[in-house]
């Protein structure tokens, strides 16, 4: 668990432009879905929760005696060639050490091999800002330990990142958290405030294992506890250490913070010589290095990696903090980018347009429309709205006026649902939409609207044989080859006919209703009635022709 966890653009409509037509399935091929749970992740994330929730049962003082200096990870067999600057020598042998070496060759072998293999990219960066803070450059397995050396984990309790830090901890070593950026995933920035938390720590409770502790429970809870023990012994003036593990053997510290420092012995003895228990030694990798670009507004990761000659997701390794794909509005941001790229795309980014930098997309209210109705169409939320459409009153929204959708921010472009046959947005370039099924509508009735089969239509959306629809339920439907509200081919038996200048009717058929015919051609029933001399009270007639705007 991370640190402290106690029970304790401008963007105006001039700048409108429709986002690239393969941005949807380059995002979509490289990056998951924004609220899929990646698998590496989740793996992580189980491990994680186990190593932090484990309660070992004690052992009793003659089996750990027992086992001093004949435990496979302990000081004595560690070898003349292996260093330590944390204190691994005096309690490597320790029992809970030993019971944490077997975790991670036992339940955690295989993330613990994978956790390995991520720690060679990030070591030398972290181990120079622990050096530059004056912190001991063995803490760099403490990040093993909470995180396996992944940006993207969050824990039960909402920590983040590869440090695991709680939102107040973080703001207050000065990372920024907000609706655009969460710095807690940058693994350079979240490096730097955790270096500096951990020597802030270790000056305030006297020892670097008592600072882990602290790391985990918060440093009152560790200093409550040491102000219970009785005076300090005599070894503790030789090694401030010994502190924490006469504090282990009291009641003052809840399990999981007082296994929390032989984790992190049991992570650094296996870390620097993995083969000895049993471990592949991580591959040659490249360190963290990169270049950078300063842009001075909202601007997609899609399009600086298209100017860098990269792909979005390697932006995205590189950058874990932008949320939305895309750097905050109304501010400079510097953009990590590959090594060797960063002139090519200060001057490649220099010759853009305005309007380059992001993809939008624009909405038109229609009646009944909310905030957050077409923040859920678009699948983003009613603030990125908001701050796309400075000025405008989000609850006040008048029918007919235009909204500046901004796409870039989420991992597939727009793609709003289709209610009753509408087709999809400005810009969206998926090979299906979403469906927003009517009342008495039935699958193979959208299958023939559509120029699709009912298998096909159950295999779009995972559907059990004998499973039906029911009204409001939002299902996929292969995409008409036309843009945006142009209406699907007519069926076989066809009810419409062209008139002279290209304008088309229909033939009311009994039981037709004129929302039922707006529906099948993708248009309003307001533009229906306007098309056709129609009031509100007008009532259609089996027989008549209607013309279809």
């Known amino acids: ?75 004595n067999a560690a070898g003349a060639e292996v260093t330590y600057d944390i204190d691994v020598e005096t309690y490597g042998t320790h029992a809970r050490v030993q019971y944490y070496l077997d975790f991670f060759q036992g339940p955690a072998r295989e993330r613990m091999n994978v956790w390995l293999q991520r720690m060679p990219r990030y070591e030398p960066m972290i181990r120079a800002k622990l050096k530059e803070n004056g912190v001991p ?39 920024r ?70 504090l282990y053997d009291t009641r003052f510290l809840r399990r999981e913070t007082k296994d929390y420092v032989p984790k992190l012995i049991a992570a650094a003895l296996i870390a620097k010589q993995p083969e000895k228990y049993g471990f592949v030694r991580p591959e040659p990798v490249a360190a963290l290095v990169y270049d950078s670009v300063i842009v001075p507004d909202a601007t997609g990761l899609d399009v600086l990696a298209k100017l860098a000659d990269t792909s979005v997701a390697a932006l995205k390794d590189l950058n874990p903090h932008f949320l939305r794909l895309v750097t905050p509005p109304r501010q400079q941001a510097v953009v990590r980018l590959p090594v060797g790229a960063g002139d090519l795309v200060t001057t490649r980014y220099a010759a853009l347009e305005p309007k380059e930098r992001v993809g939008f997309v624009e909405h038109t209210v229609t009646a009944g429309q909310t905030a957050s109705t077409i923040a859920r169409l678009y699948r983003v939320t009613t603030r990125l709205i908001q701050d796309a459409n400075p000025g405008v009153k989000l609850t006040r929204l008048r029918v007919g006026s235009r909204l500046v959708i901004p796409t870039s921010y989420v991992p597939n472009v727009a ?17 299906t939409i979403r469906y927003r099924v009517r009342s008495g509508e039935t699958l193979s009735g959208i299958a023939g609207r559509y120029h699709t089969s009912v298998s096909r239509l159950r295999s779009l959306n995972a559907m059990g044989a004998r499973e039906v629809l029911k009204a409001g339920q939002v299902i996929r439907v292969p995409a008409p080859a036309a843009t ?23 033939l009311v058929r009994r039981g037709e209703t004129l929302s039922g015919i707006a529906g099948k051609y993708g248009v309003s029933v307001g533009d229906l009635r306007a098309a056709n001399g129609m009031t509100a009270s007008s009532v259609l007639k089996a027989g008549a022709r209607i013309s279809i705007p």
């Not at 966890?5 to 986002?19: D, I, L, W």
């Not at 924004?34 to 992740?41: K, W």
């Not at 945006?484 to 229909?506: F, L």
């Open 1 to 75: 668990m991370g640190p402290g966890q106690t029970a304790e653009s401008q963007t105006p409509a001039a700048s409108v432009t429709q986002p690239p037509a393969a941005l949807a399935e380059t995002l979509a091929a490289e990056l998951p879905d924004s609220l899929a749970v990646d698998p590496d992740s989740a793996a992580d994330a189980a491990i994680l929760e186990q190593l932090a929730t484990s309660d070992p049962e004690p052992l009793d003082s003659g089996a750990e005696e027992a086992s001093g200096g004949t435990t496979p990870g302990g000081a």
């Open 137 to 175: 450059e063995d803490m760099v397995y403490l990040a093993l330990i909470e995180s396996g050396y992944s940006n993207s984990a969050v824990s039960r309790a909402r920590a983040t990142g590869m440090w695991q830090f709680m939102k107040g901890t973080a703001k207050l070593y000065g990372l």
């Open 177 to 246: 958290i907000d609706t655009w950026v969460d710095e807690r995933r940058d693994p350079v920035r979240a490096t730097d405030a955790a270096a500096r938390h951990l020597a802030d720590l270790r000056d305030r409770v006297g020892s670097m294992y008592l600072a882990a502790a602290a790391y985990n429970a918060g440093a009152g809870k560790v200093g409550r506890g040491l102000r219970r023990l009785p005076d300090e012994e005599e070894d503790e003036a030789e090694n401030p250490d010994a502190a924490f593990f006469r």
């Open 415 to 431: 793609e709003p649902v289709a209610s009753s046959g509408t087709s999809r947005a400005p810009g969206a370039s998926s090979t």
């Open 484 to 506: 945006v509200r142009s209406a699907p081919s007519a069926p076989a038996k066809a009810t419409v006919s062209a008139q002279a200048g290209g304008v088309r009717t229909h």
